[in-house]
């Protein structure tokens, strides 16, 4: 089984989880407590013989097509960026050094495009029962004919057959309503007055056609979906498909990573009997 983190997404949850602050010797350590701790959790749950680490890149290209990409997110005021400054230091620290030290060898992270891409690059040609993306990001809907998602959350796997039930949409579907409806939380501008009930409805063939709702779609479809499917659909041109290599680890990696963090909890012999188990699995592709 190949297992995929969206880390950011459990990054976050774990900054959120941990918010009353974790330290060692003066420097916050909450998330590289908790993600640690959330990768053996995710491991002894799925039993992977891979995993992978995908990471947000600062910048997107797809501002290069449509400024206002995520240009509705708020802005932090200079006292929110100054409390996140710890937070973002353990982003980087896990991304560009303790998961390594740790004997990971794919964390990936990609100037231009986002976690999701890499994670769907990775994804397209694979088997969905064989393949688990941990994350909770509905963008990745449109992946489910090649994997399934995991909520950490929820404590629920998500599955293509959930998709139709849910909302009466397949993977593919599910990008042709964002490109129809948008994207809020990406600032995606759809076709106004239009959401994914009713583009299901559309699709589907179920929408009065005499209907001022369905003339609007068809009027506008063709151009709405030349802007917005670019942004929507996943990866975006020319993601780059990682290649994956064999892992390094050993539990003397751990100790080490484990001690020099101040980590102690991690040390106690239930996780330290995850870290052997997952040792022994993943053995790389």
């Known amino acids: 089984m190949l297992l995929i983190l969206d880390s950011n997404y ?8 941990f918010s009353q ?27 992977p013989n891979q995993i992978v680490f995908c990471w947000d890149n600062n910048e997107s290209l797809r501002t290069k097509i449509y400024s206002n990409y995520k240009a509705n997110r708020k802005s932090l005021t200079e006292e929110q960026k100054e409390s996140l400054v710890p937070v973002f230091s ?19 992270s ?61 993977p593919t579907e599910w990008v042709d309503a964002k490109a129809l409806g948008g994207c809020q939380s990406d600032n995606v501008k759809g076709i106004e007055g239009v959401g994914t009930k009713t583009v299901e409805k559309y699709l589907h063939g179920k929408l009065n056609k005499d209907s001022k709702i369905f003339k609007k779609i068809e009027f506008e479809k063709n151009s709405i979906s030349k802007i917005n499917l670019p942004l929507v659909r996943l990866p975006f041109n020319n993601t780059p498909k990682p290649k994956l290599k064999p892992n390094k ?36 592709r």
């Open 249 to 284: 680890l050993t539990l003397d990696r751990y100790i080490a990573v484990c001690e020099k963090y101040g980590l102690n909890s991690l040390l106690q012999d239930e996780y330290e009997r995850i870290w052997i188990k997952m040792t022994k699995l993943i053995q790389g």
């Open 90 to 108: 353990q982003f980087k620290q896990l991304k560009e050094r303790i998961l390594f030290d740790l004997g990971f060898k794919n964390i990936f």
């Open 10 to 17: 459990i990054a976050w949850g774990c900054a959120h989880a």
């Open 110 to 170: 990609v100037n231009g495009y986002e976690s999701d891409d890499i994670i769907a690059r990775l994804v397209e040609n694979e088997v969905a029962e064989e393949t688990v993306v941990v994350s909770a990001d509905e963008d990745l809907y449109q992946l489910l004919d090649n994997c399934v998602l995991y909520s950490i959350q929820k404590k629920r796997t998500y599955t293509r057959r959930d998709l139709i039930a849910e909302h009466n949409l397949t």
């Open 21 to 47: 602050g974790l330290t060692y010797e003066g420097s916050p350590t909450e998330v590289i407590f908790g993600f640690i701790r959330q990768t053996l959790l995710l491991n002894q749950k799925f039993d």
